[in-house]
């Protein structure tokens, strides 16, 4: 069964760090783009961080440069997103999805497997 899986979320108060993890089975990484996605409630889906297959491009959605740093482990077949500073805003369902064309987008629709989500939660 080829699936992903995110771990990490949690509540955390303003300021603080979280790391989220994104975990393949049943096929490897090492060719996909990777995407995290965040939903707010009452919001549309929104493309936070991309890494290409290669890692040679990452990019960053403005509202998270300088926080948030995104990396891939493939002899782990996990891609990681540590956010620090992290705001009340940050709150939403997170969501990581793998492109096979191996190239970053915030078209939604490219990409051909998603994680379940994980929730984070940033409140005093």
């Known amino acids: 069964q080829l699936q992903l899986v995110e771990s990490g979320g949690g509540l955390v108060q303003p300021g603080g760090s979280l790391r989220l993890s994104c975990a393949a089975s049943?096929?490897?990484?090492?060719?996909?783009?990777i995407g995290w996605f965040r939903q707010a409630p009452g919001k549309e889906r929104e493309g936070v961080s991309c890494i290409s297959s290669s890692g040679g491009s990452i990019n960053y959605v403005d509202s998270v440069k300088g926080r948030f740093t995104i990396s891939r482990d493939n002899a782990k077949n996990t891609v990681y997103l540590q956010m620090n500073s992290l705001k009340p805003e940050d709150t939403a369902v997170y969501y990581c999805a793998a492109n096979l064309e191996g190239l970053c987008s915030r078209n939604t629709e490219r990409y051909d497997y998603w994680g379940q989500g994980t929730q984070v939660t940033v409140s005093s």
């Open positions: 049943g096929f490897t990484l090492d060719y996909y783009a």
